[in-house]
């Protein structure tokens, strides 16, 4: 035996184990060791066997029946197997055809049928429930045929523009009315972008809202700007733009629905000169009515609506014939019937320039109310040449002027009497010295008849060398000098009609007339003075002559102011000296 501690097994037999152990021998052979105690005799008996030997018989009966399960197996998995396959086949074979008349439908364009039901089993109820998913699915692709070909013909024949384009915004459809709309051929417009088509004005704004699609910031926008036609003009259009996306949100495609609105566009545009024009008509203070080529009345201004209402017998009606659509002329043929002569002549002259043969009219007429007098003025001009043009009426109140007129007359002729029954003689000259008015008094001193000086240079009326000299004066003198004319009253000589000379005071004074400057002459013949104060010098001296014969002298006393005045002989009677004494 091995040394104790050698073999685990061995010193469990000789410890007192009975029983069978495998175990590596020394010489390195798996052996089958049995042991059995025989305590009579305080032995141990052993027996020891390669164990290729001890269980040779078991291996051999282990390998039977191994490739007898392993052929039972087999056979059995074959039968299995077939019988599996059986019953799968016949279990199957209606959801095979099933599935073998769905492939057939989903090819073609056969119409969905409904799958023939062998069994009323599990597999006939799923086949039942196909069938009634393929009368959904029919009934739904019915409606998506119905719903396509709706959506085509609305696509094909709408009269609003329809475009699609990618995401890029390459157009990719387009509609007939969206290509008529510019004019391009269809081919030629597939291979467009919207950026070609947009004016490039326009294009800017609506890059932002593209670009804001594609971020997701927004679904759609909706833009007014312009395209640019086949032939370069600018067409007008309103569009609305809207994102196709996919299931990841992607926009795949954009749909624009384009409305051409040029002619709208051209009639605000028609319409914002309408109101302008008419702007223009009210803000004019003259009542203003535009006749057609049939003095038809086809517009108005503020001013003469009011006209026609105030002059209308109902209050807030206009006047018979003064609103649109009123015969104008007509009106005036019709009120020259009944009224007077003035309706005649303003008809007359309105149908001269609305036939040609003048280019404008014009005419002022009296039209009184009750309590108030007025006075109008009617221009009539022409809008064109040819028979079918028509004219512009203006009619203004000019009342306040021909108050003033009247006034202004009223008030030259009362003056003109008052210096007609002044005793002085009184003209008016300009700055050239011609003669604007005279008076009766100074016709009379100048013996002249007004017609005979109005008009003509005043120095006509003095003799030389008063004559060259004023001629010089007016003519060279500048307006800072001619106060040295003005004002105090000078003795002059003055010239009358038959050509005897006399003299004359003569006051001047400056005014100013119509933005000009005037001189006003007062004139007083003073002959009569003249002799007289030449009678009392020839009389005075006579009387200085007596008084030296007489050698007599006088004297006199004002009382008033106690002043005493002597005579030459006086002094010389006293012996005093005239420039020493002042006698008292």
């Known amino acids: 035996l091995p040394a104790p501690g050698s073999n685990p097994t061995l010193d469990r037999f000789v410890a007192g184990f009975e029983g069978s152990a495998v175990y590596v021998d020394p010489l390195g052979t798996e052996v089958l060791d049995s042991v059995k105690a025989i305590p009579a005799a305080g032995w141990l008996l052993g027996l020891t066997l390669p164990t290729t030997e001890a269980f040779a018989p078991v291996r051999l009966a282990r390998q039977r029946m191994l490739w007898g399960t392993l052929l039972f197996t087999v056979v059995a998995g074959a039968v299995m197997s077939w019988l599996f396959r059986w019953m799968l086949r016949r279990e199957f074979t209606p959801m095979l055809t099933a599935t073998r008349a769905l492939d057939k439908l989903s090819v073609g364009d056969q119409p969905l049928q409904a799958l023939p039901i062998d069994r009323p089993d599990e597999v006939g109820e799923l086949i039942h429930g196909f069938n009634r998913l393929l009368v959904s699915l029919a009934q739904r692709q019915e409606a998506l045929r119905a719903s396509e070909a709706s959506y085509r013909s609305i696509f094909e024949n709408a009269n609003t523009g329809i475009a699609l384009t990618d995401a890029q915004g390459q157009i990719t459809s387009f509609n007939e009315a969206f290509r008529a709309m510019l004019g391009y051929q269809a081919q030629a417009l597939s291979r467009m972008n919207f950026a070609d088509l947009t004016d490039p004005d326009d294009l800017k704004m609506e890059r932002v809202f593209f670009e804001e699609i594609l971020s997701g910031q927004r679904e759609h926008y909706r833009l007014v700007k312009r395209y640019i036609a086949s032939d370069g003009h600018r067409v007008w259009i309103d569009i609305s733009v809207a994102a196709i996306r996919d299931a990841q949100g992607r926009v795949t495609h954009f749909v624009g629905v384009v409305q051409d609105i040029t002619e709208q566009r051209q009639l605000q545009a028609l319409q914002a000169s309408e109101a302008f024009k008419q702007a223009i008509l009210n803000a004019v203070g003259a009542e203003i009515a535009v006749l057609d080529h049939e003095g038809v009345i086809v517009a108005v201004n503020e001013a003469w609506r009011q006209y026609g209402q105030i002059n209308h017998a109902a209050p807030g009606k206009p006047a018979t014939g003064t609103a649109v659509g009123d015969n104008y002329l007509a009106a005036c043929r019709q009120a020259a019937a009944r009224v007077t002569d003035d309706a005649l002549q303003a008809w007359a002259g309105i149908r001269a320039v609305l036939g040609g043969r003048q280019a404008s009219f014009s005419m002022e007429y009296p039209c009184h109310v009750p309590g108030q007098e007025r006075w109008f003025s009617l221009n009539v001009t022409s809008l064109g040449e040819g028979a079918q043009h028509g004219v512009v009426l203006a009619h203004t109140d000019i009342s306040t002027r021909k108050l003033h007129e009247r006034l202004a007359v009223e008030r030259a002729e009362q003056t003109q009497f008052i210096l007609d029954n002044v005793i002085d003689g009184i003209l008016t000259v300009d700055r050239q010295g011609t003669v604007q008015s005279m008076n009766r008094a100074a016709q009379a001193i100048f013996g002249l008849q007004a017609a005979q000086v109005l008009g003509h240079n005043v120095s006509r009326l003095m003799p030389e060398p008063y004559r060259s000299q004023l001629d010089s004066f007016l003519r060279e003198v500048p307006d800072a000098d001619v106060a040295r004319i003005t004002g105090g009253v000078r003795e002059v000589q003055g010239l009358r009609g038959d050509g005897s000379v006399f ?65 030459k002989e006086v002094f010389i009677i006293t012996g005093q000296d005239p420039t020493q004494f002042r006698p008292s």
Do not use: N, Y
């Open 503 to 567: 003299p004359m005071d003569l006051a001047v004074s400056r005014g100013v007339q119509r933005d000009q400057p005037i001189f006003i002459g007062v004139v007083r013949d003073v002959t009569q003075r003249k002799r007289a104060e030449q009678a009392l010098r020839d009389s005075q001296k006579r009387l200085e002559a007596a008084q030296l014969l007489a050698r007599m002298g006088d004297w006199e006393l004002d009382l008033q102011s106690g002043e005493m005045h002597w005579s």
